[in-house]
């Protein structure tokens, strides 16, 4: 049953400290992207990649956000320095990525972020 | 500032009706239109995607472009109480973000 796996599934931490976010996206997928989710703002894309390739990070904010994609089983959102405006659901999904079948994107369970 | 506007809802139609949610959106050089839905406290779920004009159907989901008039809808067709969820609309032009509709709650009474 293949799914997308995000680890951890929750992480708090103090503000100022790095928090990495973990990815691996269903095998055979080309596509990662790296969405955020809060009651207040709702859900944002923040970064998508093609195979591993950064497509499109627009929506992330530059100075303390990071994604990359060191292999095909790994995707990583890393956050330094971390801050309480961060906390959030921060969900992975993977897909392929032509047209015909864009609509096929699966998410992850969530990392849930808290930043005290 | 791009927006994406959906009626925050609740929405309320009985089981076996047909459900209808709308979104507008600003930029005109949108091209690309997603509907996801997303039950509470888990992960969204895309299930629909369309980028040209007119319908595209899947099942008992019809999403319907009008890029003229920039809205977007999705109806739900013999709607049943498991589609009672959040449905997100979002919006992309390429080379620019995505932007999200706040979502529509709706709800199927049986």
């Known amino acids: 049953d293949a799914r997308v796996t995000q680890t951890p599934r929750d992480k708090v931490t103090e503000m100022g400290q790095e928090v990495t976010m973990r990815c691996q996206p269903i095998?055979?997928?080309?596509?990662v992207f790296w969405y955020r989710q809060t009651m207040m703002q709702g859900l944002e894309l923040l970064a998508y990649?093609?195979?591993?390739?950064?497509?499109?990070d627009s929506g992330m904010p530059k100075d303390r956000f990071s994604a990359e994609m060191p292999d095909a089983t790994l995707a990583t959102l890393k956050i330094q320095p971390s801050e309480p405006r961060d906390s959030a659901v921060y969900f992975c999904?993977?897909?392929?990525?032509?047209?015909?079948?864009?609509?096929?994107?699966?998410f992850g369970p969530g990392t849930r972020l808290t930043v005290l | 500032q791009k927006e994406v506007e959906q009626n925050s809802g609740p929405l309320s139609v009985p089981e076996g009706a047909i459900a209808s949610l709308n979104c507008t959106y600003s930029?005109?050089?949108?091209?690309?239109f997603f509907w996801y839905r997303q039950y509470s406290g888990k992960s969204p779920e895309l299930i629909m995607f369309i980028y040209s004009n007119g319908d595209k159907e899947d099942g008992r989901f019809t999403a319907q472009l009008n890029k003229a008039s920039q809205y977007v809808s999705l109806l739900i067709r013999d709607s049943q109480p498991s589609d009672s969820a959040t449905y997100l609309c979002a919006v992309y032009n390429y080379g620019q973000n995505f932007v999200f509709g706040p979502g529509t709650r709706l709800s199927v009474l049986p």
């Open positions: 999904a993977s897909g392929l990525g032509t047209v015909q079948r864009y609509n096929e994107q699966f």
């Open positions: 990649f093609r195979n591993r390739a950064p497509l499109d």
């Open positions: 095998l055979g997928h080309n596509t």
């Open positions: 930029d005109r050089g949108s091209q690309s």
